[in-house]
């Protein structure tokens, strides 16, 4: 079904979600004669101010844009991410690491992880994480780039994403975006016209008179949901019995000390804690459930948990966890925190645009708005909410916790169906079954069911073809190399300060 070519794209929303559509819109599509795409923030409402972690797919995002990677890291202010470090989410006391990248390596073309539990039943006392270049560099404050180009290095299994200051990043994209031809457009929209008999969307006009006209509206405006949520009226599927954590309260500190490639999250009483360090300070904030927790003793727990002295007033910010029924609907299609919202915990928000923005150039429209186009972008859409859903379900609920009344909901909640058939599986064999191509890989499902202590009963047949000598002789030559590769790679900072950073 062809119609008309879109010619105006607006973008509602200057925040990171509005600007990075910005700067990829104008990447992608800038070239093309008789297209304007214009982007509409209003400053007096300023941006949610938080979201610095990453995970590895941004680095494609980057790479699309063409982005230089050190300048961006001096720009944004960036360190690098090897994975998150979880610390009393099992239990208190305990903690693991969720690294970037693989662990071990595959042998005898079954995956390295039941090799490992092998080992495990038969008593050999070898963490995960010591087979994880990602966490063993992150523990140690190095970094190096992995080597793709070395497939036998434990090197070439390491990945990594940036931890950035969220203000930085939205002005550095600005600055391409606007080099590549993008009109930002000053000023609070005060009411959204539509057409009066599709309901499709005109226009905006601005609190100054300004009309600005389009033909394909990009909501960026965050949790406002200015068009989809509050103009067309889309409704919102509410995981809040999922993931019950509905507040967040933010502070800014000041550095301590070097800083390790990881971001962490420290579980709370009612919630978790998330430390990340960047060049010049440390993000921090705390997500608690307001059912189980009073503001006042959030913002306690959050101040006693920094290493630095604040550096800001803190920022409270309400959400609840899930997504708009429709994430495009007619001729809006939402980006960020406008179409929905799921807690920080695996850093995964900006992925969600950046996805969306991909889909979106697949799916591109004309102005026909072919109907099954954006049933296949929402469909698709709900899969990537799915997913993440249930991956960050598994790290309260297989908890040995019950310390709060929050941690016993979480762990006698039972799980949702995916999550339930996840579980079972890995308990009974050590397989991870993953239903498509999943955001999270087996190696991250891996990380955090052993790291939150889901033991399985049994590993791979194939496993025990190795006998016990050689299991453990395998293991401790991967574990050895992981440890040899480790020490030999500089530390964040002096890597830094050889790209001119820090
Ligand atoms: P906003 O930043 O809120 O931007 C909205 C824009 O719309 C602003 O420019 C505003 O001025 C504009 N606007 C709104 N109304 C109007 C109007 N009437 N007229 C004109 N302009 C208007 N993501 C991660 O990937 N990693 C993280 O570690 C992470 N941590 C987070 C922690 C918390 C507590 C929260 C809440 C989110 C976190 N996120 C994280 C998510 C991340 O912050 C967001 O995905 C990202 O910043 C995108 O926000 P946004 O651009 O959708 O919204």
């Known amino acids: 079904m062809n119609g008309e070519p879109i010619r105006k794209i607006v973008i509602v929303g200057g925040g990171t979600a509005g600007w990075m ?18 982007l509409v923030e209003s400053e007096a409402i300023g941006t949610v101010g938080v979201g610095e972690a990453t995970i590895p797919q941004i680095i494609s995002f980057n790479m699309m844009l063409g982005i230089d990677e050190a300048e961006f890291v001096r720009e944004t202010r960036a360190t690098y991410k090897l994975g998150i470090e979880f610390v009393d989410w099992l239990r208190i006391g305990h903690s693991y690491v969720h690294p970037f990248g693989s662990y071990g390596i595959d042998m005898l073309g079954i995956d390295f992880h039941h090799f490992w539990l092998r080992g495990q039943r038969a008593g050999l006392d070898m963490p995960l994480d010591e087979f994880s270049i990602s966490a ?28 950035f200051d969220a203000g930085r990043y939205a002005r550095f994209l600005r600055n ?10 000053e000023g609070r929209i005060t009411e959204v016209l539509q057409d009066g008999e599709t309901g499709f969307v005109t226009g905006v006009r601005l609190e100054d008179g300004k009309i ?4 394909l509206f990009l909501d960026c405006s965050g949790f406002r ?6 103009t067309l009226g889309v409704g919102f599927t509410d995981w809040s019995k999922w993931l019950p954590c509905d507040r967040a309260i933010a502070v800014p500190c000041s550095l301590a000390g070097d800083n390790e490639p990881l971001t962490r999250s420290t579980a709370q009483p009612a919630g978790w804690q998330w430390r990340i360090p960047l060049q010049h300070r440390i993000g921090n904030g705390h997500v608690y459930s307001s059912a189980h927790m009073e503001d006042a003793e959030a913002e306690d727990i959050l101040h006693a948990g920094l290493d630095g002295t604040p550096l800001a007033e803190p920022n409270r910010i309400r959400f609840t966890a899930g997504h708009r029924d429709r994430i495009w609907e007619k001729n809006v299609i939402a980006l960020g925190l406008s179409g929905g919202f799921l807690e920080p915990l695996e850093s995964t928000a900006i992925h969600l645009v ?10 591109f429209p004309s102005r026909a708005f072919n109907p099954k186009e954006i049933e296949r972008f929402n469909r698709d859409t709900f899969a990537d909410y799915l997913d993440i859903r249930d991956f960050l379900v598994l790290h309260y609920k297989a908890t040995e916790r019950d310390d709060s009344e929050f941690w016993r909901y979480c762990r006698n909640l039972p799980p949702p169906d995916g999550l339930a058939d996840k579980l079972e599986m890995f308990r009974s064999s050590g397989r991870i079954i993953r239903e498509h191509n999943e955001l999270f890989t087996e190696a991250s499902w891996l990380a955090v069911m052993v790291g939150q202590g889901v033991e399985p009963s049994g590993y791979h047949p194939a496993a025990a073809l190795l006998d016990e000598d050689e299991t453990r002789r395998r293991l401790s ?14 530390t964040q900072d002096e890597y830094l300060a050889g790209i001119g950073g820090a």
């Open 212 to 215: 600005v006209e389009g033909d």
């Open 176 to 185: 391409r975006a606007e080099a590549q031809g993008v009109i930002r457009t």
């Open 225 to 230: 949901s200015l068009l989809l949520g509050q």
């Open 21 to 38: 559509a910005a700067a990829a819109t104008s990447r992608i599509m800038g070239a093309f004669p008789g297209l304007t795409i214009e």
């Open 354 to 363: 950046q996805s969306g923005i991909a889909r979106l150039m697949i799916l």
């Open 477 to 490: 030559h991967i574990r050895q190399t992981v440890a040899h590769a480790v020490s030999q790679m500089p």
């Open 136 to 163: 063993m560099a992150g523990k140690a404050g190095r970094f190096i780039h992995p080597r793709k180009d070395q497939p036998n290095s434990p090197l070439a299994r390491m990945a990594y994403a940036f931890q």
